[in-house]
């Protein structure tokens, strides 16, 4: 069956870095595009990021575009979401999601991440 | 950008009645990029329908979507217990709407 682990996260400062890591079985990850979504406590979801399933393409919110960054190691069937600059409402559980047939059809456990002082 | 607009915010309903969810779109989408989930506390969120009428693996067929152009909608008929949830709908896999509560007394 598909399974998304997700490791990474924690406490961090305001302008800190982080780095999300999403391990994929289950499919041929390298067929496949991936999304990060996140979700601040008590709110809704917000799509972040996606990336091809080469990596050539990748694409990112306005509210996180110039400080994240992600990335695939098709190799490790691993797809990774590096946060620099981290702000204070960046505070949120970050999942990792497989897209297919233009939806998220298979999500990660999730993650959080505090930006605290 | 697209902006998605679900009402109501909060519906109450009781067993066995008919949940009718709306996802307002700010301009035309494909119905083919249109897709809802649920997230019940403390859980990912979990696929329902793609390509706004097309069940996901494993989905009961009490829950069902429609729409095209602007206004799309999720239907769950029979409610049980269980579809005490937040509803989201995503456009292109990405923007999702605000969510819509779904409490079933």
């Known amino acids: 069956q598909v399974q998304l682990v997700q490791t990474g996260g924690g406490l961090v400062k305001p302008g800190g870095s982080l780095t999300l890591s999403c391990e994929a079985s289950?499919?041929?990850?390298?067929?496949?595009?991936m999304s990060w979504i996140r979700q601040a406590p008590g709110k809704g979801l917000e799509w972040i990021s996606y990336?091809?399933?080469?990596?050539?393409?990748?694409t990112y919110s306005d509210s996180v575009r110039g400080r994240f960054t992600v990335s695939r190691d098709n190799t490790k069937d691993s797809v990774y979401l590096q946060l620099k600059s981290l702000r204070v409402e960046d505070t949120a559980v970050y999942y990792c999601?497989?897209?297919?047939?233009?939806?998220?059809?298979?999500w990660g456990q999730g993650t959080l991440v505090i930006v605290s002082s | 950008e697209i902006v998605l607009t679900q009402s109501p915010g909060t519906l109450s309903l009781s067993p066995g009645e008919r949940a009718t969810l709306s996802c307002r779109a700010s301009e035309s989408i494909s119905s083919d990029y249109l897709a809802w989930y649920q997230q019940k506390p403390g859980q990912a969120p979990r696929l329902l329908i793609y390509g706004a009428s097309s069940r996901a693996p494993g989905i009961p067929d009490r829950f069902s979507g429609s729409g095209s152009g602007t206004d799309f909608t999720l239907t769950i008929s029979r409610l049980e217990s269980e579809d005490s949830a937040v509803y989201y709908c995503q456009q292109s896999s990405k923007t999702f709407g605000q969510g819509t509560k779904l409490e079933i007394k």
């Open positions: 990336i091809s399933s080469s990596g050539s393409y990748t």
């Open positions: 289950g499919f041929t990850f390298s067929d496949a595009y």
């Open positions: 999601a497989r897209v297919h047939m233009v939806a998220a059809t298979d």
